[in-house]
T-cell receptor, first 115, second 109 residues
Framework: GAVVSQHPSRVICKSGTSVKIECRSL??????MFWYRQFPKQSLMLMAT?????????EQGVEKDKFLINHASLTLSTLTVTSAHPEDSSFYIC???????????FGSGTRLTVV | QKEVEQNSGPLSVPEGAIASLNCTYS??????FFWYRQYSGKSPELIMS????GDKEDGRFTAQLNKASQYVSLLIRDSQPSDSATYLC?????????FGTGTRLTIIP
């Protein structure tokens, strides 16, 4: 149990365009979903926390108008990178939890390359 | 700002030996800690969680927590080449995980 599906796994887009990444909890209802970004040889940096039906909470230094997060249901959260630039190229990973002691399950990640 | 620190490595260990990975954390109020394994280009996989002082064993893995010293460790017995990966320590607090920078482990056949 506790499977999180994330897609696309890889995406290449042109500078200035927007990209949407989906994160779905397949066999449980996720009260909270998290979005991370990981640059090469660095650790995961939390970008934002989203709870179903409410606005996401962004970490300091993360532009909420650039990284749009929608958590419309208990099984789906989306991250849209708007007006992407080459410096946004990174590995984006979502995770989801049911809360309490259930722990956190990670999606498989999305490798974004902006050219 | 909460910090979780790990030696980035690389740490090289012969096959069959014990690999020891260490982590320190800054938030004395932290209660839960996690070890994740991450292969290159993949997302993290949970190895173990630990909440209480002392040791917790799961197969070849043993997690150790010392809250007084703010120290968490992971021991891997009988190391295998497939254990070669980056190991991330994470501290849970304020409803979110804070990750260390990870230690790259290489098991030498």
């Amino acid at each position: 149990g506790a499977v999180v599906s994330q897609h696309p796994s890889r995406v290449i887009c042109k500078s200035g365009t927007s990209v949407k990444i989906e994160c779905r909890s397949l066999d449980f209802q996720a009260t909270t979903m998290f979005w991370y970004r990981q640059f090469p040889k660095q650790s995961l940096m939390l970008m934002a926390t989203s709870n179903e039906g409410s606005k996401a909470t962004y970490e300091q230094g993360v532009e909420k108008d650039k990284f749009l997060i929608n958590h419309a249901s208990l099984t789906l959260s989306t991250l849209t990178v708007t007006s992407a630039h080459p410096e946004d190229s990174s590995f984006y990973i979502c995770s989801a939890t049911r809360g309490g002691d259930y722990g956190y399950t990670f999606g498989s990640g999305t490798r974004l390359t902006v050219v | 700002q909460k910090e979780v620190e790990q030696n980035s490595g690389p740490l090289s260990v012969p096959e069959g030996a014990i690999a020891s990975l260490n982590c320190t954390y800054s938030d004395r109020g932290s209660q839960s800690f996690f070890w994740y394994r991450q292969y290159s280009g993949k997302s993290p996989e949970l190895i173990m969680s630990i909440y209480s002082n002392g040791d917790k064993e799961d197969g070849r893995f043993t997690a150790q927590l010392n809250k007084a010293s703010q120290y968490v460790s992971l021991l891997i017995r009988d190391s295998q080449p497939s254990d070669s990966a980056t190991y991330l320590c994470a501290d849970f607090g304020n409803e979110k995980l804070t990750f260390g920078t990870g230690t790259r482990l290489t098991i030498i056949p």
